[in-house]
T-cell receptor, first 113, second 114 residues
Framework: GESVGLHLPTLSVQEGDNSIINCAYS??????FIWYKQESGKGPQFIID?????DKRQGQRVTVLLNKTVKHLSLQIAATQPGDSAVYFC????????????FGKGTLLTVNP | EPEVTQTPSHQVTQMGQEVILRCVPI?????FYWYRQILGQKVEFLVS????????KSEIFDDQFSVERPDGSNFTLKIRSTKLEDSAMYFC????????????FGDGTRLSIL
């Protein structure tokens, strides 16, 4: 069956450090991945996406890496700030669905000042 | 920046009653979705809607649930005869394309069934 999971449920970093949040997926048919940030009391907020024909994609202070060989996805946040504290979810589209996003369990990132 | 808006932010309903959750998707988006998140758990897909019909639904989305786009701006989720286990956050999302563009989410409606 398909599943999207996260290696670490919590991550605590110092302000200014770089953060790396990991995600493993088991559905080899997945071809589009999205990272979302969810702050308390709010909905998932789009951060960055990547398609399976890419290995890396960069945004503002964020980089997503995709390793299809081991079915692993990571989100790197540079110079982490207190405002980055949130739960981070990876989500995937599989080729079997044109509409359904499958979310992972989430990693809680805490940034200490 | 355009955003998805949901009302109400919190809905308290007696078990067995009907509830309607409302969403205004981003105005030029064509694809609409409902997801739910039970406290402390993953966000789960319920249903997608395009061109005035359901395009995909999960096993959670049974006959108790229905969706409607009653006019050009609103997208609603109706839950008939609510059960205790329907208590969750319900998120609406929209996208400009089905799988070429990311889905953008509202801040959710917290549904509490008593």
């Amino acid at each position: 069956g398909e599943s999207v999971g996260l290696h670490l449920p919590t991550l605590s970093v110092q302000e200014g450090d770089n953060s790396i949040i990991n995600c493993a997926y088991s559905n080899s048919a997945s071809d589009y991945f999205i990272w979302y940030k969810q702050e308390s009391g709010k909905g998932p907020q789009f951060i960055i996406d990547i398609r399976s024909n890419m290995d890396k994609r960069q945004g503002q202070r964020v980089t997503v890496l995709l390793n299809k060989t081991v079915k692993h996805l990571s989100l790197q946040i540079a110079a982490t700030q207190p405002g980055d504290s949130a739960v981070y979810f990876c989500a995937e589209f599989s080729r079997g669905s044109n509409y359904k996003l499958t979310f992972g369990k989430g990693t809680l990132l805490t940034v200490n000042p | 920046e355009p955003e998805v808006t949901q009302t109400p932010s919190h809905q308290v309903t007696q078990m067995g009653q009907e509830v309607i959750l409302r969403c205004v998707p981003i105005s030029n988006h064509l694809y609409f979705y409902w997801y739910r998140q039970i406290l402390g758990q993953k966000v789960e897909f319920l249903v997608s809607f395009y061109n005035n019909e359901i395009s995909e639904k999960s096993e959670i989305f049974d006959d108790q649930f229905s969706v409607e786009r009653p006019d050009g701006s609103n997208f609603t989720l109706k839950i008939r005869s609510t059960k205790l286990e329907d208590s969750a956050m319900y998120f609406c999302a929209s996208s400009g394309s089905n799988r070429d563009q990311p889905q953008h989410f509202g801040d959710g409606t917290r549904l509490s069934i008593l």
